[in-house]
């Protein structure tokens, strides 16, 4: 089944860690995203990428880095920069023609004890 | 409507009854919205989306509503079910370009037996 794929679904760190988010689609979908997830707030773009090896800034990319290597991967790396990275991480992909809907992973919850 | 802070608002119907969630949008000039729904600790699904030059789209047992003139976005659900329990919210896009998603924090959608 094509599809989105997050790894790990649960993950601890602790303080002054960095870790690093798994996302891989068979999509063959140009675009890329992660988005972080917070209770009662809407998702919030971290980054997105359109191409491989190019990425660019969401509104909140400050204490995250990505890469694009593949298009078929798109990991996020939480660094300890990022004041408050407990949160549900999830990535999207979509197509960059037509309806741009986005489809959705099952998402990473990150805990830093 | 939408609320900001941690506590979603949450709608309680009964089995079978119908499901109204209401969704404002912010930005005028969006021209495609998305419905998703979210099940506890799981990545957004794709429910049914609309376009600017329509006002109503019907899917299986949905059914979204746009109001332009008052920016004002809603699902309906006939006959809901206990599956249908979840969080349901809406997303705004200016184009087809995924990274200008806007997303709504939601609504938790509990079905009473």
């Known amino acids: 089944d094509g599809g989105i794929t997050q790894s790990p679904k649960y993950l601890f760190r602790k303080e002054g860690q960095n870790v690093t988010l798994s996302c891989e689609q068979n999509?063959?979908?140009?675009?890329m995203y992660w988005y972080r997830q917070d209770p009662g707030q809407g998702l919030r773009l971290i980054y997105y990428?359109?191409?491989?090896?190019?990425?660019q800034k969401g509104d909140i990319a400050e204490g995250y880095s990505v890469s694009r290597e593949k298009k078929e991967s798109f990991p996020l790396t939480v660094t300890s920069a990022q004041k408050n990275p407990t949160a549900f991480y999830l990535c999207?992909?979509?197509?960059?023609?037509?309806?741009?809907?986005?489809?959705f992973g099952e998402g990473s919850r990150l805990t830093v004890l | 409507g939408e609320s900001v802070g941690l506590h979603l608002p949450t709608l309680s119907v009964q089995e079978g009854d119908n499901s109204i969630i209401n969704c404002a949008y912010s930005n005028s000039a969006s021209d495609y919205f998305i419905w998703y729904k979210q099940e506890s600790g799981k990545g957004p699904q794709f429910i049914i989306d609309i376009r600017s030059n329509m006002d109503k789209r019907q899917g299986q047992r949905v059914t979204v509503l746009l109001n332009k003139t008052v920016k004002h976005l809603s699902l309906q659900i006939a006959a809901t079910q206990p599956g249908d329990s979840a969080v349901y919210f809406c997303?705004?896009?200016?184009?087809?370009?995924?990274?200008?998603?806007?997303f709504g924090p939601g609504t938790r959608l509990s079905v009473l037996p």
């Open positions: 990428s359109q191409i491989v090896n190019d990425f």
């Open positions: 997303a705004e896009n200016i184009d087809n370009y995924g990274q200008n998603f806007v």
């Open positions: 999509l063959n979908h140009d675009a």
């Open positions: 999207a992909s979509s197509t960059l023609q037509g309806t741009g809907e986005l489809f």
